[in-house]
């Protein structure tokens, strides 16, 4: 069974770049396409993109010219860089990913992250 | 982007309810649409794909139906255990998007 579990800063000041990492157990990081997908406090979720280890990426139009989704075999992680942060990107950030049917099976427990100076 | 809206945004019932949440799409999914249940402070869980597929270890009290534009889940006798925020999510195209949410409280 796969599990994600989500890492990086809680804390990151407006203006700079948010860095999250997914790290994957149960599987290998070649067998799915890999997500990102967040929560603003006390509001609905919003896809942000996903990663295929072959390199096709896809991303939310909204978020786009800040977002990078990548992927590290050797270390069987993917990992969100979002640039230019504000106090609008403050929210649990969760990894997830579709190992079955078509639809998130699979989804870490969610890491907070809060924009602040 | 597709729009997804749920209604209602929330709603209050008993224990042993019928419980009937709707998700209206702005454009036609086909039947590429899921539905997930969300406990405070906790990670979406699946419970329904392709609009009517039981996810396994789901009870079977959770349904799921609709085609095209407008889907529903159904909670035929609902459980304290069912008290929640359920969503709903389209798969069909890019970006994909979620509803707004159905909050499921106890009256």
């Known amino acids: 069974q796969v599990q994600l579990q989500e890492s990086g800063p809680g804390l990151v000041k407006p203006s700079e770049t948010l860095s999250l990492t997914c790290t994957v157990s149960g599987g290998y990081i070649s067998d799915y396409y890999w997500t990102w997908i967040r929560q603003p406090p006390g509001k609905g979720l919003e896809w942000i993109g996903y990663m295929y280890y072959g390199g096709s990426t896809n991303y939310n139009p909204s978020l786009k010219s800040r977002v990078t989704i990548s992927v590290d075999t050797s270390k069987n992680h993917f990992s969100l860089k979002l640039t230019s942060v504000t106090a609008a990107d403050t929210a649990v950030y969760y990894c997830a990913t579709i190992t079955g049917e078509d639809a998130f099976d699979i989804w870490g427990q969610g890491t907070m992250v809060t924009v602040s100076s | 982007d597709i729009q997804l809206t749920q209604s209602p945004s929330f709603l209050s019932a008993s224990v042993g309810d019928r419980v009937t949440i709707t998700c209206r799409a702005s454009?036609?999914?086909?039947?590429?649409l899921a539905w997930y249940q969300q406990k405070p402070g906790k990670a979406p869980k699946l419970l329904i794909y392709?609009?009517?597929s039981l996810q396994s270890g789901v009870p079977s009290r959770f349904s799921g139906s609709g085609s095209g534009t407008e889907f529903t889940l159904t909670i035929s006798s609902l459980q304290p255990e069912d008290f929640a925020t359920y969503y709903c999510q389209q798969l069909n195209s890019y970006p994909l998007t979620f509803g707004g949410g159905t909050k499921v409280e106890i009256k």
């Open positions: 454009q036609g999914i086909s039947s590429y």
């Open positions: 392709t609009a009517s």
